[in-house]
């Protein structure tokens, strides 16, 4: 029967769930680009000075050293960053929070479009193969995203990692989001498998929170920005350092 051996580590499962952002998407890469667009355009939109514009960038989750971590852009969803920014709006430049809300979120779509999705959808070396092999092994794949399933779709697409993938769940189809295990027990019921047959790979503390809660058979964390070694461990936690360290192989 086929098995993975992630890092030293021997599994048998059947299912393999992905995180998204991180993990097969460079996001730290894209961020910092895509943070600054999106409040460019929202200057454009309302008008504001630079100096709010640097604040707003910083509340999303960018500063002078980089993508900072355990920012919204890295843990919170598409939809709860953007209220983090209408916050701001209400604070700083007193825009009621609703109407503010509506204005992020526009700023967010215009980004998305005039930057194009393409340029986001980076994959980390090595992932369309890891798929791949994954995928002709005869594990059922899937991601478990914070961010919508129109975007989605979208990046995995454009990233040649969606002819491996069998099933997705994004924020906008669940009442909770991670760490929750509402998107694994989603995905698991798409994937036709019980979370204890699954493993669940991300390189985020809620995506192996994630899967605790939802009783996957092992969390795989792949070491980067967004995670450190010394951050959520447990029995049924094993740290890889690329997500090539996941190779198929049979018993």
């Known amino acids: 029967m086929p098995a993975l051996r992630c890092g030293s580590k021997i599994i048998e499962c059947e299912g393999v769930i992905f995180d998204k952002d991180g993990t097969l998407i460079d996001s730290f890469k894209i961020w910092p680009d895509l943070i ?143 760490p929750a295990p509402d998107l694994i027990y989603l995905v698991c019921r798409r994937l036709g498998l019980d979370a204890g047959q699954c493993i669940m790979v991300g390189d985020s503390p809620l995506d192996i929170q994630m899967g605790m809660n939802a009783g996957v058979y092992m969390n795989v964390r792949v070491l980067g920005r967004a995670l450190c070694k010394e951050e959520i461990t447990g029995s049924n936690v094993i740290t890889i350092n690329y997500i090539t360290n996941i190779i198929p192989f049979l018993l």
């Open 36 to 178: 600054k667009a999106r409040v460019k355009i929202l200057q454009r939109e309302i008008g504001f000075d630079n100096e709010m514009a640097r604040l707003l960038e910083k509340t999303m989750g960018l500063n002078e050293g980089g993508i900072i971590r355990r920012s919204p852009i890295v843990v919170g969803s598409r939809e709860q960053t953007a209220a983090a920014m209408a916050t701001m709006l209400f604070v700083y430049r007193g825009i009621p929070w609703d109407a503010g809300m509506e204005k992020v979120n526009r700023a967010f779509d215009l980004c998305d479009q005039e930057m194009g999705l393409a340029c986001q959808a980076q994959p980390f070396p090595g992932a369309q193969q890891t798929l791949k092999n994954l995928f002709e092994a005869g594990f059922k794949l899937a991601v478990a995203t914070n961010d919508d399933m129109e975007r989605t779709y979208a990046l995995m697409e454009y990233a040649g990692l969606a002819p491996y993938l069998h099933a997705y769940a994004c924020r906008n189809e669940v009442e909770r989001a991670k």
